[in-house]
């Protein structure tokens, strides 16, 4: 009888071995394997110019003989500004509609993902967004791919390095001159400009709340082809603001928007004519592609508008 129950004993010891020995194996091929691809992504995130993210092209201006707009020349249509050129309203928008907590992570809100996943379970769908405001400063800049958990996780790593390199200000300054807001603006300015004819510095509440809407969906809810659509979503920003302490209930109250009535601006297009080819070719002439690409140029001009018209209709 003893010799059966050590026999037992020693079984029963064996298997508790045998989990455990599992466990153990089990957990060092799932660490293995994330440190494997923490590698391999942070070695490709590695490949990627970080000075790409601060470069954003503004179109050269080029000036009448009036010292009036003409025509823009290459680049694309934005106006950069400092952060202290924007309305808090707006900055305080774009912080409750996209990443509450940007000053808390260090680019990437698990905390967040976590969130978003639970509720797209709960939903059966996945249109809770989860990307911070880093990340989403790392695919507008840089070519990260398509849409998929490869280019999300990739995503990630760029971003960690983003946040080395740049201070929180920074990168949301320049976050708000880099994103597309319809209409064919890129940055709060062109977008304030075009949308209301007035300065980011200027936008009120309601005005700031319809523009942060606009991010995620900006040809969708644009205020001029679809001003139901951009109403709701600027509602939307302003229940968002309440829920994080950005504003307070009788501020969303007061800013609630039953109507949209947009001031659109006109911005000056591309002019092409003869007078603009020579333009461009003196400009060519006079300075280096680099600087011509970088953009941001004030180009002053002897062109009467008047003149180029009446010779464009002979």
């Given amino acids: 009888m003893k010799f059966f129950a050590r026999l037992r004993s020693r079984k029963r010891s064996g298997s508790r071995l045998f989990r455990y020995g599992w466990k153990v194996t089990l957990f060092v091929l799932l660490a293995t394997a994330g440190f494997a691809v923490f590698l391999f992504y942070g070695t490709w995130a590695q490949t990627f110019d970080m000075n790409k993210v601060g470069e954003m092209p503004e179109r ?18 934005r106006i950069k500004v400092s952060l202290s050129e924007v309305s808090p309203y707006f900055i305080n928008a774009v912080l409750a509609r996209e990443d509450a907590r940007f000053y808390e992570h260090k680019g990437v809100d698990w905390r967040g993902i976590l969130r978003a996943l639970a509720r797209d379970i709960v939903s059966g769908s996945a249109k809770e967004g989860a990307s911070s405001i880093t990340q989403q400063l790392a695919r507008n800049s840089l070519p990260l791919g398509g849409r998929t958990l ?24 320049l976050y708000v001159n880099r994103i597309y807001f319809g209409a064919g603006c890129y940055g709060v300015e062109t977008a304030s400009q075009a949308y209301f004819s ?26 001029i082809k679809n001003p139901q659509g951009a109403v709701a979503q600027g509602n939307a920003v302003l229940d968002r603001m309440v829920a994080v302490k950005k504003i307070t209930p009788a501020q969303a109250q007061e800013a609630r928007i ?22 461009q070719r003196d400009v060519n002439q006079l300075l280096t592609q680099d600087q011509i690409d970088n953009g941001g140029l004030s180009i002053y001009t002897t062109l009467d508008p008047s003149v180029q018209n009446g010779a464009q209709d002979g």
């Fill in 150 to 173: 490869s280019r999300k996780v990739l995503e990630a790593m760029v971003a960690f390095r983003i946040e080395r390199q740049f201070t929180k200000q920074q990168i949301l300054e």
């Fill in 258 to 279: 039953s109507k949209i009535t947009p001031h659109p601006k006109r911005l000056p297009q591309i002019q092409e004519n003869y007078a603009m080819d020579a333009v």
């Fill in 198 to 223: 007035k300065n980011a510095s200027k936008l009120n509440l309601s005005e700031a709340a319809i523009l942060a809407g606009l991010i995620r969906s900006p040809n969708r809810f644009s205020p």
């Fill in 60 to 77: 050269n201006t080029v000036y009448d003989v009036d010292g009036k707009i003409y025509s823009r020349l290459a680049g694309a249509n």
